[in-house]
C-alpha cells in the first residue's frame, strides 16, 4: 500500500463516521479475527463502527472480544441494508471479490461508501478506492497489523485488537505450521503477545472446545479416510446423513483435512462434505511442498485460495464429485508421484 494511499485513508477515516467492516461469506477465524480487530481500532477512535458477516460464523470464534456485536446479514437484511446503504467507509476483509460476500455483494454494489481492501489472496478484483494486497503475507490479521502500523498507531493496539488478530493469524497460518509462516509473522505474533494477547488461552478456547457430537463426527471423518499411496493423495467425505447424525454445527469439520494432510508420504489432502440445502459439495484442499491446490481448486472446482490451502465446491453428487476428483489425480502424477 503507497503512502499516497495511506493519506488518503487517513483524510478519509478523519472525516467519517459510520463505517461498515465485511468478511467472507463462511467466515473463518482470520476472517472473524482481522474485522473484529479493525472493528476495536476504530472503535476505540471514537467512530460508529459495524461488523457485518454475511451468514453465521463458527462457535469456536463466538469467545473473542466484540464477537457478540457482529451482525448477521442472512438474519437481518434489512437492518443490515440501511447500514450498509448509509456507511461512509467499508471495509472489506479476507476476499478480494464482492461475490465472496453472498448476498450482501448486491447492497455493497449499490453504497455510495469509500471502500478499503485488505486481504491476502491472489489476484485481487478492482472493486476497492484503497487496496492492500499482499499474497506473501500469513493472513489478513497480519495484514491488519502492518495496516495499523502504516497509520503510525502500533501503540494503540490493546489487548482486544491483539487477541483478535493473534486467532486470526494462528488459525490461518495451521498453528505456524504452514509455510506462509515467515519471520515477520513471528516478530508480529511477538509484539501482540505483549500487546495482551494470552496465546495458551487462545489455543485452548480454538483447538480445545470439542464437543462430544464433534469428536464423534471426527472419528466418522477418520473412517472414511481413503489414501492413494502411489499419487500421495489423501481424502475424506462427509455425507449430509452423517452430519446430521451428530448435529453439525459450523465449523465443526474444521482441521478435519488436516488429518489426511499429517499421514506419512501424503502430500495433498482433500475433505468433501455434502451440503444439500445448497445443492453443493463443499470442498477444503490442503497441500505441502510445492503442489498448488490454488491451481487445482481454480482449474476444476470453482475455488482457489493460496499455494498450500484452498477451497473449491461442485454441483455434481458426493458420489460423482469424489469420482470427478479421481478421475483427475492422474494428470497430476508428474506433481505428486514418488
Not at 447492497?107 to 469509500?114: D, G, H, K, N, V
Not at 505483549?194 to 485452548?204: C, F, V
Request: hydrophobic share 40%.
Amino acid at each position: 500500500m503507497i503512502e499516497q494511499s495511506i493519506l488518503e485513508i487517513t483524510s478519509a477515516l478523519s472525516r467519517a463516521n459510520k463505517i461498515v467492516v465485511v468478511p467472507h461469506k463462511g467466515p473463518d477465524g482470520d476472517a472473524i479475527g482481522s474485522s473484529l480487530g479493525i472493528y476495536h481500532f476504530l472503535k476505540d477512535k471514537g467512530h460508529e463502527v459495524t461488523v457485518i458477516a454475511p451468514n453465521d460464523f463458527p462457535q469456536f470464534l463466538k469467545w473473542l472480544p466484540g464477537s457478540e456485536d457482529i451482525l448477521i446479514y442472512e438474519n437481518q437484511k434489512d437492518h443490515c441494508d440501511q447500514l450498509i446503504d448509509a456507511a461512509e467507509i467499508v471495509f472489506t476483509l479476507d476476499f478480494n471479490m464482492l461475490e465472496r460476500s453472498g448476498d450482501m455483494e448486491v447492497p455493497l454494489r449499490e453504497t455510495q461508501a469509500t471502500f478499503i481492501m485488505i486481504d491476502h489472496h491472489p489476484e485481487p478484483s478492482d472493486y476497492a478506492d484503497h487496496t492492500y494486497s499482499d499474497a506473501t503475507m500469513s493472513s489478513t490479521c497480519q495484514m491488519v497489523y502492518k495496516f495499523i502500523q502504516k497509520l503510525r498507531a502500533v501503540k494503540q493496539i490493546t489487548p482486544s485488537i491483539a487477541t483478535c488478530l493473534y486467532t486470526g493469524i494462528m488459525t490461518d497460518t495451521g498453528s505456524f505450521r504452514y509455510r506462509s509462516t515467515s519471520a515477520e509473522t513471528h516478530m508480529v505474533i511477538a509484539d501482540l503477545i505483549e500487546k495482551g494477547a494470552d496465546n495458551t488461552t487462545i489455543h485452548q478456547n480454538v483447538y480445545d472446545t470439542f464437543s462430544q457430537n464433534r469428536l464423534q463426527l471426527l472419528g466418522v471423518a477418520l473412517q472414511n479416510l481413503r489414501v492413494n499411496k502411489e499419487l500421495r493423495t489423501a481424502y475424506i467425505t462427509l455425507s449430509q446423513e452423517e452430519l446430521d447424525r451428530y448435529n453439525f454445527q459450523k465449523g465443526d469439520t474444521e482441521g478435519f483435512v488436516n488429518y489426511g494432510l499429517a499421514l506419512e508420504g501424503v502430500i495433498f489432502a482433500v475433505i468433501f462434505i455434502e451440503h444439500k440445502v445448497e445443492g453443493l459439495i463443499k470442498m477444503s484442499l490442503r497441500s505441502k511442498g510445492t503442489f498448488s491446490v490454488n491451481k487445482f481448486a481454480r482449474a476444476h472446482f470453482h475455488g482457489g485460495g493460496h499455494l498450500n490451502a484452498a477451497g473449491g465446491k461442485s454441483n455434481l453428487s458426493l458420489e460423482d464429485t469424489v469420482t470427478k476428483f479421481n478421475t483427475l489425480l492422474p494428470e497430476y502424477r508428474e506433481e505428486l508421484a514418488i
